[in-house]
C-alpha cells in the first residue's frame, strides 16, 4: 500500500501539484512514463495565468523563468481575419508578478524540465520516470490500484491523473468520452529565418480552418513556432489534412508566402490533439481526481492549455492537502476541487465557448478586426475584453 497520494504525470500540473504539497507537508509518489528532458508537442506560449501560477509557488520563478536564456517574451497580439484585415494590440504586462512582459515564450522540453528539476530537489517528493501507468482500477474501501507495464502494482488511497490528453486515470475511472466536438486536432512545427518575426503572438484566422487559427510565434534565437488548430469535428466532416494544409497556408498565401521564401523546417510537422472545456466532464471520484489536459481544461477558442492546467493544480492542491490530513477521500471531499474550478473558470469559458461558435463565421470576425482598428466604442469594448481575455487565460 502506497499511503501518500500517487500523481500520475510530471508535466506541469502533475509536477506543481507535487511542489505545492509538498509545501504543505503531504509527500507524493510522482510518476511519469518519459524521462527527462523530452519533447512535447505544444504552441509553447506561457499566459500570465500561468505565470500567476508559479507565483503562488514562489514569487521569485516568474523571474527566473523569464532569465533563462531558452525564454523569450512576447508584448502584443498580432490578429488577422479571413478577410485580410489585421490589427494589433498591445497586452498590460504582469507587473504585478514582477514579470515585465504579459507572458513567455519557452518549449516544452525546456520548461516542463526547469519545473521538474524544483520537484527533483524537493523533500517529500518521490520521483518515478520511466514508468508507465497502462490501467487504473477503483479497489472499495482501498483506493486506486495502479498497473505498470513492467513491475508491481500499486495501491493508494489517492490517484491524482495529470497524465494528459489521452489519460489512462480517466479512461479506468470515468465515463468521460471523446467526442470530436469538444476535441480540437493541432499540428506544430518550427521554422528557422522566417522574415518578419516580432514579439507579437501571431494568430490569423483563415476560411478554411474556422473554428480555428493559424499561428506564428517567435522562440528564442529569432525561431518561429508555427502551427494550425481546429476543432475535430470540422477536420473529419470537411476531411482536412491539417498537415497539408498548414503547409500549402505558408507557401501559398499572400499573407504568409513572402516571409517563408526563404524559411527551413527545422523540425517534423507534429500532430497532437488537445480536450476542450467546452463539455462538462467527471473530474473526481472515490480516491481520484483530476488535473490539466486530463481534465478536459483546454481553452475552447484560444487552445491554451498550460494556464488551465497549473491553475487545476493550485485549487487541487487545497484540496488533496485537506483529504490527507483528514484521510477522508470521499467523494464529497473531492469534489470541492471541482467546484472550486468550475467557479474560478465558469464565466472565462462562456466567453470562449461563445466566441468559438462566432469564429465559425468569417463576418463576424473581419468585423471583428475591422472593429479593434478604429477608434470607437465598439473598439474600446473589444480591446478591454481581449485584454481581459489575455489576462485570465490564453
Known sequence: MQASPVIVGAGPAGTLCALLLARQGVPTLLLDKAVFPRAKTCGDALSGKALRALHTLDPALPQELAALPQTELYDSLL??????????????????????????????????????????????????????????????SQGIRLSFTSGDPILTPLAIGADGAHSVLAAGLTANALQRRHY??????????????TSALELHFLKAIQPGYLWIFRMPGNVANVGVICRSDVVSRKKL?????LQEALATD????????????????EGFGLPLASQRRQLTGPHFLLLGDAAGLVDPFTGEGIGNALLSATIAAETIASAYKTGDYSPKMLAG???????????????????????????????????LRHASPVASAL???V???????F
Open 184 to 197: 480540437a486536432a493541432s499540428v506544430r512545427a518550427y521554422y528557422t529565418q522566417v522574415a518578419g518575426l
Open 383 to 385: 480591446n478591454w475584453a
Open 337 to 371: 476541487y471541482a467546484v472550486r474550478l468550475r467557479r474560478r473558470l465558469h464565466k472565462e469559458l462562456a466567453v470562449s465557448r461563445f466566441l468559438q461558435k462566432v469564429s465559425t463565421w468569417p463576418g463576424c470576425l473581419d468585423a471583428a478586426v475591422w472593429a
Open 387 to 393: 485584454r481581459q481575455k489575455r489576462r485570465k487565460g
Open 79 to 140: 490578429l488577422s481575419g479571413p478577410g485580410g484585415g489585421r490589427v494589433h494590440l498591445q497586452l498590460p504586462p504582469n507587473n504585478d508578478l514582477g514579470a515585465s512582459a504579459p507572458g513567455y515564450l519557452v518549449s516544452r522540453y525546456v520548461f516542463d524540465n526547469w519545473l521538474l528539476e524544483l520537484a527533483r530537489n524537493c523533500p517529500g517528493i518521490t520521483l518515478c520516470t520511466h514508468r508507465q501507468v497502462h490501467k487504473a482500477e477503483f479497489v472499495p
Open 241 to 245: 489534412n491539417i498537415r497539408q494544409l
Open 254 to 269: 499572400p499573407l504568409f508566402s513572402s516571409r517563408f521564401a526563404g524559411a527551413h523546417l527545422q523540425s517534423p510537422v
